[in-house]
């Protein structure tokens, strides 16, 4: 990618990704990618799914080897007791932070310096059963609010929640032990993200983008801290 690329304090890095390519790109990004990771690349039933995979995070680690100094192959992940990923004990002294979402065709990479996050992007599906999930899934106060919604803007509400619960549930790293019930984030028509209601208190301190996006899907951050600064970029390796 060029010249080593630097993150100033309270700085956040957001790289869309498009996850569509040719075969010849779909071969190069596969050299890229640890043993592990093609292992988990393999898994894939669906060539659109594999090859999906491998160019996200061929360009994960593209990215992150700039930040780092690096070669791609030399970018080494550890993972936390719920599974978030950070980098290995060795590269981890750098102080760069980062989390990886991905939807459909795109994915969604945030990059930061010492400080937690989570990022999550989804494609706008109108035709998921949004309602039958919110009730589900989403607190009492979030499926009222749903319920308020007028039923053309229903389905970008829906993932406008989503997505913000993800994000938290991704910056605290505890994965699926979280319910997303237990926490209440603000959404719906011309409403700034927040975070309205958590379990622990020493969650509260973080802060809660909404994001742009390609048409058609929503994105979300949260990080800890505030008054950060949001840079912009997409991905053309």
């Not at 930040?67 to 102080?95: C, F, M, Q, T």
């Not at 983008?209 to 950060?228: F, Q, R, S, T």
Request: proline fraction near 6%; aromatic fraction near 10%; include cysteine.
């Amino acid at each position: 990618m060029g010249a080593k690329l630097q993150l100033a304090p309270g700085e956040v890095h957001l790289w869309q990704i498009h996850q569509i390519g040719p075969d010849d790109k779909i071969l190069r990004g596969r050299r890229l990618l640890s043993p592990d990771e093609i292992q988990r690349a393999d898994r894939f039933h669906f060539d659109e799914h594999r090859h999906r995979f491998i160019l996200a995070h061929a360009a994960m680690r593209t990215i992150l080897s700039s930040y780092l100094n690096v070669a791609p192959l030399d970018v080494a992940y550890s993972y936390g007791p719920k599974g978030k990923p950070a980098l290995s004990a060795d590269l981890e002294r750098s102080g760069i932070r980062f989390n990886l979402s991905h939807s459909g065709d795109y994915a969604l990479l945030g990059v930061t310096h010492n400080l937690c996050l989570g990022v999550d992007i989804e494609f706008i599906n109108h035709e998921f059963g949004t309602e039958e999930i919110a009730t589900r899934f989403f607190s009492p106060g979030e499926i009222q609010t749903l319920h308020a919604v007028p039923r053309a803007d229903k389905s970008t509400a829906f993932f406008s929640c989503w997505t913000r619960k993800e994000a938290y549930i991704k910056a605290v790293g505890d994965g699926l032990s979280i319910p997303l019930d237990s926490f209440d984030v603000a959404f719906g028509p011309n409403t700034q993200p927040a975070l309205l209601r958590v379990q622990v208190p020493e969650h509260q301190y973080w802060k809660m983008y909404d994001l742009p996006g390609p048409e058609g899907y929503k994105a979300a951050m949260v990080i800890e801290g505030e008054n950060h600064r949001l840079k912009y970029s997409v991905f053309g390796g």
